[in-house]
């Protein structure tokens, strides 16, 4: 029986072959490396991986495609953890002695900023990420400073990963198809990320860009004074979409002294 997809759970499932063999090859995946696919969905992706992987985890939180893949694949192939990837525990995947890691999914278009952010707690056990993301929101999550799409979420993903756009996805590549283009993303932990605390930088960061078109010395107001934004190295009368992430972190810092 055809499965219908579901809008609630972000359901489009690839079907175009040379994209599926695109993110293959950009993903590279080698026998031995412990990975594991956010929302397998039909298996597209998954099916294309097991022929390099010895096995692979999957999470996935619509059950009938969880039946689906308990039917299909072998246990010794597939582990399959039913439920949300928002509150899964990545830390919980075994991985060997001296390996990290793999990520990978055409993620749920509805939660891609909270599952990122979810993924950031675990980044130390990761060795690297590829996603499927609307294209607008990859490039937000790769703008450089001084660009219209620099914002939060390029501040507080390039503080821990390293990223690249690797390559645009139409809507055709998708049954049923998305409103929007899609892009895949490369995202790979930074070893040793400048000190600073999640929270303090999300709150610091949320607050600089609540008002983008002001200087940032009237969006930090009742947080930081111009000697600060000073002390981290930020013209008080600067937009804050010009300012870098280690300035960011620098000024995240001082309020916590
Ligand atoms: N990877 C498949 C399906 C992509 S659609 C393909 O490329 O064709 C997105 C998938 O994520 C669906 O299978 C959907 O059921 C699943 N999903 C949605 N929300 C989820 C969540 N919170 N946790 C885990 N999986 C989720």
Redesign the pocket.
Known sequence: MKHIA?KR??????HDNTVLADIIAAIAPKPGETMVE?????A??TDLLLKSLDHMHV????RD?VARLEKRFPRDKLTIHSG???KFDFGAIPVPEGQKLRVV????YN?SSPLLFHLADFAPLVLDQHFMLQKEVVERMVAEPGTKAYGRLSVMLQWRYRMALMFIVPPEAFDPPPKVDSAIVRMIPIADPLACDAETLSAVVQKAFSQRRKVIRNCVAGMFTEDQLREAGIDPGTRPETVPVEAYVALANLLKK
């Open positions: 579901r759970f972000g359901q489009n499932f690839l956010i929302g397998p969905g039909l597209a992706m999470v996935e939180l619509d495609l949300d990837a928002l999914g055409n993620l749920p939660i």
